[in-house]
């Protein structure tokens, strides 16, 4: 079974920056995107970033743009999302996720398509 096991959150001020990880385990990742979403509380889930681990382009949402970078160590099955300029607007659960198929499309991916972390809290104080 595919295991993402993810750390990095916790409390930061608005303007500063942190950098989750998650760390992938029970399969050969290659070809496979993988990338963060996040929910805040009575929101729907939101799609953050992804990356493919086979051409290594990479996807934002509008939101996020020239603050986040994703990024990955292949030789840790790790990815990592670096957060700077932080806003309270960013506070929620992120989950990392990764696409049961190969070559599959992150960004509109449906729950039951992909494997997924059990979440880190990310909250931004003003």
């Known amino acids: 079974q595919v295991q993402l096991v993810e750390s990095g959150g916790g409390l930061v001020q608005a303007g500063g920056s942190l950098r989750l990880s998650c760390a992938a385990s029970?399969?050969?990742?290659?070809?496979?995107?993988m990338g963060w979403f996040r929910q805040a509380p009575g929101k729907e889930r939101e799609f953050v970033a992804a990356?493919?681990?086979?051409?290594?382009?990479?996807s934002y949402t509008d939101s996020v743009k020239g603050r986040f970078t994703i990024s990955r160590d292949n030789a840790k099955n790790t990815v990592y999302l670096q957060m700077n300029s932080l806003k309270p607007e960013d506070t929620a659960v992120y989950y990392c996720a990764t696409h049961k198929e190969a070559y599959g499309t992150l960004r509109s991916i449906q729950q039951k398509q992909g494997y997924w972390s059990q979440g880190t809290q990310v909250t931004v104080s003003s």
């Open positions: 029970g399969r050969t990742f290659s070809n496979y995107a």
């Open positions: 990356i493919s681990w086979s051409g290594g382009s990479t």
